[in-house]
């Protein structure tokens, strides 16, 4: 009985200090957060605390704003051709390094180069790159007698530009998932594949790809978790211009916020709910799947 008492003692010892981050670091931002969007807030009535209460006041004021439905187009746009590119390329790198040929070790740890980077150093070597004057991508063009591109600056090119560099960013993250996936799984049953004679695509098909859902659905949803948040690459390549093209939640959330001289906590606080939202959703319809 003593014994048990102490167990119970220590577990809640080794438990405290987690219940203590998760309270301070997560759940005390999420209530500001929602108590944000439900205040009228101004900077002065954030610094004495006496914003009125408005209740989904904010929440019809970001849904009847004209950049509302063009950024939530963005953020699905930016986050499904990167999940779709991220995934496909990684899964690809994934089986390429699984035949563990010579060097195999070597490049796929150069393939983690980019995932290592601080994001403000790969988003500003992306925007160093397609720069329409000087960067390398526009002086490749010209060699081939090409016209050179606005990457950034037009508004036909600066979403697909932003999602070139965020596709090249988490490709590596998928590649070591599925990776570990492959890794896991037995020899036994492509050995018997292959004596059956099975073709390699039939393998894939039948065999590698049922095998990794599991794998896939939590690499994906990862993904989507992070892709939906997504805010420094874009504000650092072209905070979300030029006239809103790139503007997505994350940078219009952060824009209304801290962007402006007379800052929207309220609305700002809104659309960064409405992205809690849509991850939780999704992080749900994921558990429900799964049993």
């Known amino acids: 009985m003593h014994r048990t008492r102490d167990g119970r003692w220590a577990a809640w010892a080794f438990l405290t200090p987690v219940a203590v981050y998760l309270l301070a670091f997560y759940a005390y931002p999420l209530y500001r957060n929602l108590d944000l969007s439900l205040r009228d807030y101004t900077v002065r009535s954030f610094v004495r605390g006496d914003a009125p209460f408005i209740g989904l006041g904010n929440y019809a004021t970001v849904l009847g704003d004209p950049v509302f439905w063009p950024a939530v187009w963005h953020t699905a746009a930016f986050t499904g051709v990167s999940l779709l590119f991220q995934f496909s390329i ?29 994001l403000i150093v790969s988003a500003s070597t ?28 037009s508004p036909a090119w600066s979403l697909a530009s932003v999602t070139l560099a965020n596709i090249w960013i988490g490709i590596p993250f998928n590649l070591v998932v599925v ?18 004679g099975s073709r390699p695509w039939s393998t894939f098909w039948r065999i590698t790809f049922p095998l990794l859902r599991p794998v896939s659905a939590i690499t994906l949803l990862l993904g989507l978790i992070y892709t939906l948040k997504v805010f420094d690459i874009i504000w650092i390549m072209t905070k979300g211009g030029p ?43 994921y558990i429900r799947t799964q049993r």
């Open 90 to 118: 990684g899964m690809a790198l994934a089986l390429f390094f699984h035949q563990h040929f010579p060097l195999s070790a070597t490049l796929r740890a150069l393939f983690l180069v980019p995932w290592l980077l601080p």
């Open 126 to 153: 992306w925007s160093w790159m397609l720069n329409s004057d000087s960067g390398i991508v526009n002086a490749a063009l010209r060699l081939t007698g090409a016209d050179p591109v606005n990457w950034l600056t």
């Open 179 to 196: 990776y570990s996936g492959l890794q896991a799984m037995p020899a036994e049953i492509y050995e018997a594949a292959a004596l059956d």
């Open 243 to 285: 006239a809103d093209a790139s503007t997505t939640l994350a940078t219009w959330s952060y824009r209304l916020g801290f962007g402006n001289l007379l800052p929207a906590f309220g609305p700002g606080a809104a659309v960064g709910n409405l992205l809690i939202v849509v991850a939780m959703v999704f992080g749900l319809v």
